[in-house]
């Protein structure tokens, strides 16, 4: 696995022959103690916006919070967003809206299922509900002796909801969302379009939900790298698919902030 310093002599001199893909909470953001305390780093949003031009468009934000939330995250600004895991996907060029969800109608068993979630976590101290939208989650970073009874409680939300959805575990977090995405899919949907076709992938996240997108990055030829411990192993024993790591969502803004200069 590489570091941040041996990542150094991949050429990332052109640009042109670059797409980009990171992750949001953990890999750009610092993760904060509640869902809704993330705000971005001063100079994140500029440095992101001049990465996307620089490439003439082909970033992308790859995240489990909606496209909404991304948007709101960076006012004024109109990245390429996979959210929900992939379950949404919006590409910036284009003129209309994003496979979406959440802009559907959504059915009882999602609603009983979502209620049911929401209230148990009220009980728990340190556990925070987060709803998405076109998905929930319980995190329990703040109360990870907890964790036990967030799977009790989204293994019943689960069962309330109709087919068509599917439990998605991350750090300290448990979640229901749409089934049949994943990040590794939204990336391939990007590169199969302009302006991401033809160019090396470079993806950059920190958790098991980001290894479906290392693995896609990898096999198109590409760099992936995960944000974070530099402990290879990231669950059940299984190594992460990433070939390079950083340490922090900080070094890696230092590094997206050099690639422009």
């Given amino acids: 696995m590489r570091s941040a310093e041996n990542i150094a002599p991949i050429d990332f001199s052109d640009l042109a022959q670059w797409s980009f893909f990171f992750d949001l909470d953990g890999t750009l953001l610092d993760i904060a103690p509640s869902p809704d305390g993330v705000t971005p780093a001063e100079g994140l949003q500029s440095a992101l916006e001049k990465l996307d031009q620089c490439t003439s468009g082909a970033l992308a934000i790859v995240s489990g919070r909606s496209v909404d939330f991304v948007d709101r995250l960076f006012p004024g600004y109109r990245f390429s967003v996979a959210g929900l895991h992939g379950a949404q996907v919006r590409q910036a060029s284009a003129t209309g809206g994003c496979s979406n969800p959440s802009a559907m109608t959504l059915p009882e068993g999602f609603h009983r299922g979502r209620e049911f979630a929401k209230q148990a976590a009220v009980d728990l101290p340190g556990v925070f509900f987060e709803n998405k939208g076109g998905a929930f989650a319980l995190h329990y970073r703040m109360a990870p002796e907890r964790e036990a009874d967030v799977r009790r409680i989204m293994r019943v ?105």
């Fill in 157 to 261: 939300a689960d069962s309330l909801a109709t087919p068509g959805y599917a439990l998605q575990e991350g750090k300290f977090v448990i979640e229901l969302k749409p089934s049949g995405s994943d990040k590794g899919m939204a990336v391939r949907k990007f590169m199969d379009a302009e302006p991401f076709r033809g160019r090396r992938p470079f993806a950059a996240g920190d958790d098991f939900t980001d290894e479906t997108m290392f693995a896609a990055v990898n096999e198109m030829g590409g760099l992936s790298l995960r944000v974070g411990s530099p402990l290879e192993i990231v669950r059940n024993g299984t190594r992460t698919e990433a070939l390079a790591q950083m340490a922090s969502p900080e070094i890696l803004r230092r590094w997206i902030r050099r690639l422009t200069e």
